[in-house]
């Protein structure tokens, strides 16, 4: 894939191939079982990765290919604290395999850099505690996740990673700076 900072809105749609197509042609492809992005159309060569979802385990598998088709299978799990608390605040069972985390895990193993990652685990929980002691945190959480969990959702689906990615980093910044002592 290439740079994710400009030409990630989608543009149409390919009925053959049943994926969205970017400004830069890259395809996108899900289902209630997976996520694929292809370089181009996937008839063609291309290079992939595609997330997969094991409903029955809990878990989910991420793995690419270039175009020589050389598996390189990853798996990834990993806390995310504050979209958690939001979902575990606004699902009546929560599960922490919901597509609003399954999305944003994926989005993090593959386009937040590591330093962001590393301050997002060192502060979130901060965060979080915080945002529990307020006597309307209820109220909180459905801003959080209405301006930012949904928001960053819909903005990956479409392909604006970037976008996701500047609301996401600003709102932990924000939140850290007026909710937690530095």
């Known amino acids: 894939m290439t740079d994710n900072k400009a030409g ?23 289902t209630n079982k997976s996520m694929s992005a292809y ?10 990765s ?13 793995s690419s290919h270039g175009e020589d088709r050389t598996e390189k299978p990853t798996s990834s799990t990993g806390n995310c604290f504050i979209t958690s608390a939001c979902m575990n605040h606004y699902l009546d069972t929560f599960d922490d395999n919901c597509e ?20 997002y685990y060192h502060t979130a929980p901060a965060i979080v505690s915080a945002i529990d002691e307020m006597h309307d945190k209820d109220a909180v959480y459905d801003y959080i996740y209405e301006s930012v969990v949904y928001t960053c959702v819909d903005a990956i689906k479409r392909g ?12 932990i910044l924000n939140f850290h700076s007026k909710m937690c002592v530095v």
């Open 100 to 119: 609003e985390l399954t999305i944003l895990r994926w989005f993090r193993d593959n386009f937040v850099p590591k330093k962001d990652i590393k301050h």
């Open 160 to 171: 604006d990673y970037h976008f996701a990615y500047e609301r996401y980093k600003n709102s």
């Open 8 to 30: 990630d809105r989608i543009t149409s749609k390919n009925e053959t191939t049943n994926s969205f197509v970017n400004e830069r042609g890259e395809h996108l492809k899900f």
């Open 50 to 62: 595609h997330l997969s979802i094991d409903h029955n385990k809990n878990t989910f598998t991420v």
């Open 39 to 48: 370089s181009t159309d996937p008839r063609e060569s291309h290079s992939t």
